[in-house]
């Protein structure tokens, strides 16, 4: 998609020139150098507390305790665990719930903000967004609260589904909703933000042009506005798949609230961490981290090279 | 997409403005990092000549106890670190222990862990953590005093591997001037107990005589039936029989509870069970600590003075022996990569057992020379309608050493797998299978043998 | 919507005007009758508002009980509506126990929070706005590596990679420092790809070129042509990375070993399993800390969130990130 152009004809001769001018390849050559300044600091970062212990990660899981060599006998051992296939399964679930209700009503509401009354935009903003200052530990309390039919302010909510007590509300087959639920509730608000701001670098007058050419709000918002955000978009399906398989708050604030009617290892990210601290065994918990990597990584490769999200435009 | 800008810078904030304020800023919280790490750094340590400071981690419940104990030993420096204690099975000390043992130091010299099962993890390998106490470390005159089987939670084999603080042994609550209004008497027996539940969900529905909506119900009930569900029958090998007749017995018993509400799946520290049963509870069966915890607070029952009351533990119709159910009670537990095991043990000793700590503990002194200050105090207030001591002091010798502290954590197993369940509305039978399962596959997954005989 | 103008115009007289498409929309919004017009645009604005006040109440109905909360005892919270309202008074001793707690520990929490938060605030800007320039804008072999590696760091889930970091920070001697959370919070790759596709879709190629034949240094070109721009983007990257470094609570909780140098996050944790509704091993020593105790703590917590949040607002409001000025 190629940007407006609002340069006058003559400045962009001028600037044809000029390149040819000085001269191709020293120009380019020089971009090169100076690129390589713009990342180093960040490269340096990158390399200390990304790369090495991603590849240290890596390492662990492919060997044992004592440093020998494991090949893949971790990974076959973390699978055949009794607790391996339950939370995967749980995690099907809650993807295929939460990132569909994620992707479309971030959508939705971002679309509905830029689109709707232009002065309410930073007070409903904010207003989605607060939830998302409540991390971890800091809800706790909160969901201890609005899941228990009996002091929630949900409580009519909760009894049109005849949730009666706490334990009602979470029984096991609801946990993948109610999970979906408040990661929906703490996440949402970040991305309405990032997509609310992508929406507003489209300039006004693609917009108005489209309105001329008879688009009515829907049509603008399908046709127009989506497509001209979807590195955007791209960026949050490949961020929230990646989030959502590796959920792990969600049901560690609800078996805390709930006083441990949620398994501790609920989650696969839920079960590594418990192999890493309940029995010190770092390498199969790497093993689970790379296989939730591996998942996550295929999924962001697929989305990148189809929406080829890695060109320079 | 975007319209192009003019090419005139703006007004307001420069792009020399920005870099300047950032460098300024950058130089700021890098003084201000500089500081704090230098604080850290050079953290005041005691000078004290002789020895470090000895570094206790304690939860906030405790520390009443470590600064009682600093007070009346001011010659020894202790440097108290306070986290969350292992609660609720969080695995804080042993997430740090498994560090510290990467990079071979950082250990603290003394830990208080809430967590009965703690030792039996912390002993095992890779962790190593615990320091063995009854090889000389801690004076045998000292262990003697203990009460029968409020060590079995340290012991690992024959190495006894931390001090108990207190003991959390189940005992009959009941609701004196209620039971004399409906003209019932105070049960002896679990036959007899689960007679009035019968009766109370017939004549006074909503009345409860116990709950099954916690984790540690299955030591309530389970342990006091003794019950081989999770039975240490030596170093590698776990007895798990929930085909168990002793099992069977208390499940059948529960069942028909369950069903007509009297010992409904609830939780008592639930937001809504003050709430729902304030002044409905008729009796129950729970650990000591209920006194306060539950009845004499204002966010559980809040129940009236001089309305409750502490009955002997329930004992089988024909049985000749009562035992009872431990649910809680911690460990003090010292390190064996301290540098100065002499001191920290006798601090230990200290902590655990003498009455300058043991009279703020927070719960009933395992140590029974302590233990009569601690009651004798928690009788002074009258809240009670008769002396919690004959009754405390007769169920601490009660506990049935049976049901024994395994790595796996069986509450948290029992409140994940089982309460749901029951929640459901399944009965306690079925759950006997359930838990069985489940304690077979962890105990397979920490290297353990199972068998059911 | 045209369409419509278009069938009204032919009801009514029409006025002699060529038919370009300006005018014609022109033409519609005079002669549209006012009374059609205003009543589909009034009802199109109510559901709009529906809409956006029933999810406002499913956003927002939790932290109102949350900031309702410390004006209640805790029997209170429980046995009254949970809505209603407490009082002041209430508020100023629940406050105070917390405050009170364990020597101001709360303060020190607090304080900590602020200082992890701002270093890793502006490490993380210093690297992310030139790094996500220069991936978007300036080609240099081993971009799309760059990009690649980035991705995958983000996608490894986090509690693999804390031994790991535990294990360097041990190495460079700085576990238990502040500096062992700082930096690590400088490392925002996040940041990194919101300023790449910023930068990507906003700065047009030829006026980096103009700006480069007038002989500017490729840094020239980012600081004269880029960041005047870029205000929009330092502030969205500077709030997530705040909002990040403030409720992160793996790193800390595995750096520290002293209570006293948590941030809010491990506080707040360390709070809940001391809190008797949480731990029943609590309830006995009859903590101060109860669930309206928490609920302040937490709210001090969340608070500077808030602030920051409305202070990086101004920066994103509606059109900035369409350019800058004009004149």
């Known amino acids: 998609m190629s940007q407006t152009i609002s340069l006058p004809a003559s400045e962009r001769a001028q600037s044809r020139a000029g390149r040819r001018r000085v001269g191709g390849r020293q120009r380019v050559g020089g971009r090169q150098r100076a690129g390589y300044t713009f990342v180093a600091v960040y490269v340096l970062l990158l390399l200390f507390f990304g790369f090495a212990p991603s590849v240290y990660a890596i390492y662990l899981s492919l060997t044992r305790a004592g440093g020998n060599w494991a090949g893949l006998s971790n990974f076959f051992s973390t699978g055949r665990d009794f607790r391996f296939l339950p939370a995967f399964e749980h995690i099907g679930t809650y993807l295929a719930i939460w990132l569909v209700a994620l992707v479309v009503l971030v959508l939705f509401l971002a679309l509905m903000l830029h689109g709707g009354v232009r002065r309410t935009v930073p007070y409903f903003r904010f207003l989605f967004y607060m939830p998302g200052a409540l991390a971890g530990a800091a809800s706790v309390l909160v969901w201890l609260f609005m899941l228990d039919p009996g002091v929630s302010p949900y409580d009519s909510a909760l009894s049109l589904l005849h949730f009666s007590s706490l334990g009602q509300t979470i029984a096991p087959g609801h946990l993948p909703g109610i999970f979906a639920v408040i990661a929906f509730w703490t996440g949402a608000g970040g991305w309405i933000v990032v997509m609310n701001g992508a929406l507003n670098n489209i300039s006004d007058e693609v917009i108005d042009s489209a309105k001329i050419d008879g688009a009515n709000a829907w049509q603008l918002a399908i046709h127009v506005k989506l497509p001209l955000i979807k590195k955007w978009v791209v960026y949050m399906v490949i961020l929230a798949f990646a989030a959502g398989t590796q959920l792990f708050v969600e049901p560690q604030l609800v078996g805390e609230a709930s006083l441990g009617l949620v398994s501790n290892t609920w989650s696969p990210n839920q079960l590594a961490y418990y192999l890493a601290t309940q029995n010190a065994n770092f390498n199969y918990a790497a093993a689970i981290s790379v296989d939730l990597l591996l998942v996550g990584l295929i999924a962001a490769a697929i989305l990148v090279f189809r929406s080829k999200m890695f060109e320079i435009e | 997409m975007s319209s192009l800008t003019t090419g005139k810078p703006r007004r307001t904030l420069t792009s020399r403005g920005i870099r300047t304020a950032v460098a300024v800023f950058t130089a700021a919280g890098m003084a201000c990092a500089s500081v704090a790490v230098g604080a850290a750094a050079a953290a005041p340590r005691a000078t004290h000549s002789s020895a470090k400071p000895i570094v206790v981690w304690v939860d906030a419940a405790r520390l009443t106890m470590v600064k009682a104990y600093e007070k009346a030993n001011p010659g020894i420096k202790i440097d108290t670190v306070t986290f969350d204690g292992g609660a609720n099975g969080s695995g804080s000390i042993e997430s740090k222990v498994a560090l510290f043992n990467r990079v071979g130091h950082g250990w603290p010299d003394i830990v208080f862990s809430t967590e009965q099962n703690d030792v039996q993890t912390l002993g095992a390998a890779p962790f190593n953590f615990p320091a063995t106490l009854n090889n000389g470390l801690v004076p045998t005159s000292v262990l003697k005093n203990y009460a029968t089987g409020a060590l079995s939670p340290c012991l690992i084999g024959t190495k006894l591997e931390c001090l108990r603080n207190d003991l959390a042994f189940d005992v009959l609550w009941v609701d004196v001037p209620l039971m004399k209004k409906w003209g019932y008497t105070v049960p002896t027996t679990w036959q007899q107990w689960q007679a009035i539940g019968e009766s109370v969900a017939k004549k006074h529905p909503g009345y409860i005589i116990g709950t099954l909506g916690n984790s540690y119900d299955d030591a309530v009930y389970l342990q006091a039936a003794q019950c081989h569900m999770n039975d240490l029958i030596n170093s590698y090998t776990v007895l798990d029989n929930p085909a168990d007749p002793n099992c069977v017995k208390m499940a059948n018993l529960l069942n028909p509870l369950l069903k007509d509400g009297s010992v409904p799946p609830v939780n008592v520290f639930g937001a809504t069970f003050g709430k729902k049963f304030a002044g409905k509870v008729l009796m129950m069966v729970g650990p000591a600590w209920y006194g306060g915890a539950i009845f004499n607070s204002t966010s559980g029952l809040n129940s009236p003075k001089g309305t409750i009351e502490a009955a002997a533990p329930l004992t089988w119709a024909g049985s000749s022996q009562t035992w009872t159910g431990d649910v809680g009670g911690g460990l003090w537990i010292m390190s064996s990569h301290t540098t100065q095991p002499k001191l920290v043990a006798q601090v230990l000793v200290g902590l655990a057992t003498s009455s300058a700590s043991q009279d703020v503990s927070s719960g009933y002194p395992g140590y029974v020379p302590a233990a009569g200050a601690w009651i004798a105090e928690q009788d002074a207030s009258g809240y009670y309608v008769s002396p919690l001591a004959p009754v405390f002091a007769k169920a601490a010798t009660e506990i049935w050493t049976g049901w024994s502290q395994t790595r796996w954590d069986v509450f948290g197993l029992w409140a994940a797998n089982v309460t749901p369940n029951l929640i459901a509305g399944d009965t306690v039978s079925s759950q006997l299978p359930v838990m069985g399962s489940v304690i077979s596959n962890y105990a397979q997954s920490d290297g353990f043998q199972v068998t059911n005989k | ?327």
């Open chain 3, 1 to 327: 919507m045209l369409n419509d103008d278009m069938a009204q115009l032919t009801v009514q007289p029409a006025t002699r005007r060529p038919a370009t498409r300006a005018s014609l929309a022109a033409a519609a919004r005079v002669t549209r009758p006012r009374r059609l017009r205003s009543s589909r645009r009034v009802g199109a604005l109510l559901v709009w508002f529906i809409v956006m006040l029933a999810f406002t109440a499913f956003f927002v109905v939790p932290v109102i009980w949350l900031l309702i909360a410390p004006t209640k005892t805790d029997h209170q919270l429980v046995f009254e509506n949970p809505m209603a309202f407490g009082s002041f008074h209430t508020f100023l001793q629940t406050w105070d126990k917390m405050y009170d707690f364990q020597a101001h520990e709360l303060l020190a929490w607090l304080e900590n929070s602020a200082l992890y938060s701002v270093g890793g605030v502006l490490l993380a800007l210093a690297c992310a706005v030139p790094a996500g320039y220069g991936l978007a804008l300036t080609e240099f072999i081993g971009r799309k590596v760059l990009l690649s590696i980035t991705l995958l760091v983000m996608i490894m889930p986090a509690s693999a990679l804390v031994l790991p970091l535990f294990l360097e920070m041990n190495l460079l001697q700085l576990e238990n420092t502040a500096w062992s959370v700082v930096l690590p919070f400088g490392f925002f790759p996040f940041g990194v790809y919101l300023s790449y596709i910023f930068f990507s879709s906003t700065i047009p190629k030829e006026l980096l070129g103009a700006a480069r034949v007038d002989g500017c240094s490729e840094w020239g070109v980012f600081r004269r042509v880029a960041l005047p721009l870029a205000r929009p983007i330092v502030a969205l990257v500077g709030f997530f990375a705040f909002v990040s470094d403030w409720t992160n609570f793996f790193l800390p909780y595995v750096m520290f070993y002293n209570d006293r140098q948590y941030p809010l996050p491990v506080g707040l944790q360390y709070l809940i399993a001391n809190t008797s509704a949480f731990n029943p091993t609590v309830a006995v020593a009859q903590s101060p800390v109860l669930r309206p105790e928490l609920a302040i703590a937490t709210l001090l917590a969340i608070a500077p969130v808030f602030i920051v949040f409305l202070f990086a607002q101004r920066a994103l409001v509606t059109g900035m990130l369409a350019g800058g000025t004009k004149g």
